[in-house]
């Protein structure tokens, strides 16, 4: 994918604006980056198309190269591809919610359902398992482990059951125990078949689910669009789990997803821990697909921007010391959007060579910080201090985020750090400091 996309951008340089004829090479080498990258060729064509078009309507803008433009439509229509925003999972108006995992063998859905299972406990709920591979009694025991695992009740029964009753079972028994959330784990075949397709359908007319989620492997590559197809034709999803993204995979699986079925992924897989489950960020994924092709301008273009915009706002707010968690939170934002590009590229100005693994921790680390940020009240939001002052506000914290109270000192000597260096930085005179936090 790096030299095709590389080249495609280079072929640019020196034009003034994208034409119909300037861009055919380009889009050639990005139509052969895509299709390395393992995405469907139907899915392919369509994009080039798209992308064409919106390129040569666009208007010149000042300071800015076709070249440049030309990646910035590629990397929208890729956001756009797989549903812009991230989705949310969908829960019942009353009773609990049903989420079935259907896929196909060892792409991960038994470890997707305790994942999910624990994921869903975090923001409160209370779940119960039902194993509902009955071929193989191993996949019985595998649920029943990672369930006390994650300390999640599982419901099993023989494997002469038939997997439809011992949804009905299930059902029966996550309704007894008013639980929130149920998730039906099923088998999977190494290829689609007949019987597999109609016992999934007597399942899902049993279970009636509030969602029905494809469990993909990242790595399917050309096939996913097939795969996506005949699943949602044949059982009607309502989402997909893209799994093994830890993997070198270039993730060309995520874009097909949403083109054939209309459905997005909501959630990826990205390690065999339990934690290990995340919410589905099409932009994150967009810069792993264009992955590794030299974006810098691109890069540079969005950090001109960021810069624009929040620059004299920001500074306002600095030398006022009035740098709250609100702007912390946005700041924060634009650095991690930043990462995900710089996963592309490899760098991140200033900081050095960046690798996949600091990167994650990165996005894990302001997946912590956003959670500590969401149950501050708005005046602790905007007054910082607030909390520096109050170990009682600190521990509420910490209870309601699910983080240590240490997580929260941290988050909060982390803000003041930041307000002094950024003084510092614009060179304002007086110098803040850091409070130590009362205890
Ligand atoms: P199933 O046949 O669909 O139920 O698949 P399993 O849940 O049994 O998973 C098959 C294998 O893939 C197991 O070894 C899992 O540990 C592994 N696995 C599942 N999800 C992930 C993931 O996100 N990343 C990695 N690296 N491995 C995974
Ligand atoms: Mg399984």
Not at 15 to 38: C, G, H
């Amino acid at each position: 994918l790096t030299s095709g996309l590389e080249s495609a951008w280079n072929k640019l340089k020196g034009e003034e604006v994208l034409t119909k004829e300037n861009i055919v090479e380009p889009m050639r080498d990005i139509r052969r980056a895509l299709l390395e990258a393992d995405v469907s060729l139907p899915v392919v064509r369509r994009f080039v198309q798209d992308v064409s078009e919106q390129a040569v309507g666009v208007g010149v803008i000042r300071g800015v190269r076709p070249d440049q433009q030309l990646v910035k439509i590629v990397s929208e229509e890729l956001v756009k591809l797989m549903g812009g925003e991230v989705s949310e999972l969908t829960f019942a108006k009353s009773g609990p919610t049903v989420i079935l995992l259907a896929g196909l063998q060892g792409v991960g859905k038994t470890t997707v359902s305790a994942k999910l299972a624990l994921y869903l406990k975090k923001q409160g709920k209370s779940c119960m398992l039902i194993a509902g591979d009955v071929y193989r009694p191993a996949a019985i025991d595998q649920l029943v482990i990672l369930g006390k695992q994650v300390d999640v009740p599982v419901y099993a029964a023989g494997t002469d059951v038939k997997p439809a009753e011992i949804a009905r079972q299930g059902l029966q028994e996550a309704k007894k125990k008013n639980v929130d959330v149920v998730i039906m784990d099923t088998a999977g075949r190494l290829q689609i078949d007949k019987t597999m397709m109609e016992e999934l359908k007597d399942v899902k007319r049993t279970l009636n689910p509030t969602e029905v989620l494809l469990v993909v492997d990242a790595m399917t590559g050309q096939e996913a669009a097939a795969l996506v197809t005949t699943f949602n034709v044949e059982i009607g999803i309502t989402g997909a789990i893209l799994t093994k993204l830890d993997g070198d995979s270039r993730g060309g699986a995520a874009l097909s997803v949403k083109e054939v079925s209309g459905k997005p992924i909501k959630l990826v897989g990205r390690g065999e821990r339990m934690e290990d489950l995340e919410p589905f960020y099409p932009d994150r994924m967009a810069g792993r697909i264009l992955g590794m092709g030299d974006v810098l301008s691109f890069v540079e273009k969005a950090q001109e921007v960021m810069r624009q915009e929040d620059a004299e706002d920001l500074q306002k707010k600095i030398m006022s010391a009035k740098f709250d968690f609100n702007d912390f939170l946005k700041q924060t934002r634009a650095v991690a959007r930043m990462g995900s590009m710089s996963r592309v590229l490899g760098m991140i100005p200033g900081m050095g060579k960046v690798t996949p693994a600091q990167i994650r921790e990165a996005e894990k680390s302001l997946l912590i910080m956003e959670a500590m940020i969401e149950v501050m009240t708005p005046e602790e939001r905007e007054k910082p201090e607030l909390l520096a002052e109050s170990p009682a506000r600190r521990k509420r914290i910490a209870q309601e985020s699910g983080k240590t109270e240490q997580q929260v000192s941290q988050l909060v000597a982390q803000l003041f750090q930041m307000r002094v260096r950024m003084k510092n930085l614009m060179g304002v005179m007086e110098g803040g400091s850091v409070p130590a936090l009362s205890n």
